[in-house]
């Protein structure tokens, strides 16, 4: 497996093992990390972090769990098996849910890191209200991110553009992964708030996660390259 951190994260939302194997074979793990999510893993399972792994990529393996504690130690515990390199949690399901969590991931030889989502990208404060949560969205960001932190986690998923305020906030070593990212002139798809690599490093996310501007680039691997170069 490589050493190397890196900084970007390509997601892999494909539905099947042949395409998602065709995108994988046009990569470099010296470039990128990858990120495979409930779709693919539903599809394909614990055989292909397996073959990630046999070709030298770093997974992080993004299934978002939240469900009672001894549930979600136990998923965490079977994920670290897989030897990935970060998995992640929904905050939401509480300090002790998280814990669990943690728990989980420290009985393996090799614990991945641990990160929680806030607040889903997907949601609004009319949403939110729905649910019974009627604080302004990015207090309940900050909220669940300084409950993840309190918890011992690594970090948190989120956009770039909540990094003004969340950064000061919360411990220097903290990590962000934030998806949304663009480059000037790309289909933003569904995507409301953007960033370019270089700017979401600039305003300190950790990580980028990527997956369309890459995934269906007339040529991923020269992209990819391109973003490697342009944030290193
Ligand atoms: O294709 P695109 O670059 O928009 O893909 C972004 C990836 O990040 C997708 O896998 C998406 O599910 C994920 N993601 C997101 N927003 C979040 C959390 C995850 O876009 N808040």
């Known amino acids: 497996m490589a050493a190397t951190t890196h900084k970007v994260i390509v ?18 793990p010296d470039y990128c990390h990858l990120k495979v999510g409930k779709e693919l893993f539903t ?29 979600v130690k136990k998923a ?27 728990e989980g991931i420290n009985k393996s ?15 609004n404060q009319k949403i939110l209200e729905e649910i019974g949560v009627t604080i302004k969205l990015e207090d309940q960001v900050l909220h669940l991110a300084k409950l993840a932190e309190g918890s011992g986690l690594n ?38 708030r953007t960033m370019t690599p270089i700017e979401a490093i600039k305003v300190g996310s950790s990580h980028l996660v990527i997956g369309r501007p890459i995934t269906q680039s007339a040529n991923p691997s020269e992209t990819l390259e391109k973003i490697y170069l342009e944030i290193n």
């Not at 997601?11 to 470099?28: F, G, I, R, W």
């Not at 614990?46 to 549930?71: C, G, Q, R």
């Not at 970090?155 to 663009?182: M, N, W």
Request: with cysteine.
């Open 155 to 192: 970090g948190i998923v989120c956009s770039a553009k909540d990094l003004e305020f969340l950064k000061d906030q919360l411990h220097k070593s903290f990590l962000y992964v934030t998806p949304g990212i663009r480059m000037t002139g790309d289909d933003t798809n569904d995507q409301e």
């Open 11 to 28: 997601a892999l939302d494909y539905a099947n093992l042949a395409d998602a194997k065709s995108l994988v074979s046009k990569l470099n």
């Open 43 to 71: 599809a394909t399972g614990p055989a292909f972090i397996e073959y990630l792994h046999s070709k030298h990529f770093k997974v992080f393996l993004d299934l978002k769990f939240h469900d009672i504690p001894t549930t």
């Open 76 to 102: 965490c515990e079977a994920a670290s098996q897989l030897g990935v390199w970060m998995i992640n949690v929904h905050a939401s399901g509480g300090s002790i849910m998280l814990e669990a969590a943690l």
């Open 109 to 123: 030889n090799q614990p991945p890191l641990l990160i929680a989502v806030t607040v889903l990208t997907s949601m």
